[in-house]
């Protein structure tokens, strides 16, 4: 699958690939990542700093890890996460995850996108977003709903795939991403392109300073970033 001029259709295919891959899909994040997908998501959360009383929403949140993680150290209901999907097959998966861990006090699911946030104007004091922009039918109007229902002084939190700088790891890790895991990927989740596309967005993605820029002309202040794992994820982080 290839990202098409006509951004409707771009959202369909993409829905479409994630509703399939559902019922497989934390089983190949724990692994295709060797368990990192647990650490970035950590990272985050850190980075993001949840206080009890504030509000907060997960965009493209799949099965609620991200979320889960920001109430994973509050009492039931001392912060609110929103996540939001635009798949209904991976927010049921989510929610039998929140349930199972008592956390329907604290965690609200609901189908939406991110072009499009169904969300008042400063409604939360935080956003983040896991591997999800890259997929997005249109980056930069994403990037301003993200700004739009920000509290003023509200953090932008955003985990992304990139690629090594470093010649030596970035050969070593083509050989994987682009040979290993898309047959690994095809195998178990039987979905014949899921982990082809996975690596061809990566390569094709803005990274590092071009999405720094990007988030800038959003509206974002004191854009930073910060390289995980040798580089093959970026925490972006922005103040409203």
Sequence with gaps: MERTENPA???????????????????LNRLLSGGQDRYWR?????????????????????TADVALEITRNFPQGSVQVVGMDFSDKMLELARQKIDALDKAASIQLRNGSAEDLP??????EGTTTAFGVR????????LREMHRVLKPGGRCVILEFA?????FLNSLYRI????LLPRIGRLV????????YLPQSVASFPIRNEFSILMEQA????????????????LYTGLK
């Design 9 to 27: 259709d771009f959202h369909r295919q993409v829905q479409k690939m994630f509703s399939d891959i559902a019922p497989r899909y934390d089983f």
């Design 176 to 179: 994987y991403f682009e040979w």
């Design 119 to 124: 969300f008042e104007d400063n409604s939360f």
């Design 42 to 62: 950590k990272r985050a959360v850190n980075r993001l700093s949840p206080k009890e009383g504030e509000r907060f929403l997960d965009i493209a949140t799949g």
């Design 163 to 167: 690629l090594p700088r470093n010649a």
């Design 189 to 196: 989740s039987r979905h014949p392109s899921a982990y082809t």
């Design 135 to 142: 997929n997005f039918s249109d980056v930069d109007r994403s």
């Design 219 to 234: 509206g974002f202040k004191n854009v930073t970033f910060k390289e995980l794992t040798f580089g093959i994820v970026i």
